[in-house]
Nanobody, 124 residues
Framework: QVQLVESGGGLVQAGGSLRLSCAASLRTFSSYTMAWFRQAPGKERDFVAG????????YYADSVKGRFTISRDNAKNTVYLQMNSLKPEDTAVYYC?????????????????WGQGTQVTVSS
């Protein structure tokens, strides 16, 4: 049974930082493209950041570029999202996702497996 388990969410003041982790029980984790999405109340689940299987290519939503960094450790079957200079508009449930595309798609339909999400709340 495939499981993606996110951790590291919480409450932080504007300007602060958080580091999210996603531990995956995928047998061939290193062959999957990994991504982070987020969903604010009443809104769609949107792409935040993605990383290819080897970690050589990363992609970001314009709203987080320069503030967030995605990385992965294939030896630990884990993907990370370092979030700096957080803003109240970053408040959302953050989801980890795994997909099989060689590229790093931004559409959630391209991802096969999802975590349960972790809440990030940024206070002003």
């Amino acid at each position: 049974q495939v499981q993606l388990v996110e951790s590291g969410g919480g409450l932080v003041q504007a300007g602060g930082s958080l580091r999210l982790s996603c531990a995956a029980s995928l047998r061939t984790f290193s062959s999957y493209t990994m991504a982070w999405f987020r969903q604010a109340p009443g809104k769609e689940r949107d792409f935040v950041a993605g990383i290819n299987w080897v970690g050589s290519s990363t992609y970001y939503a314009d709203s987080v570029k320069g503030r967030f960094t995605i990385s992965r450790d294939n030896a630990k079957n884990t993907v990370y999202l370092q979030m700096n200079s957080l803003k109240p508009e970053d408040t959302a449930v953050y989801y980890c996702a795994a997909g099989g595309s060689v590229n790093v798609p931004r559409l959630r339909q391209s991802y096969y497996y999802w975590g349960q999400g972790t809440q990030v709340t940024v206070s002003s």
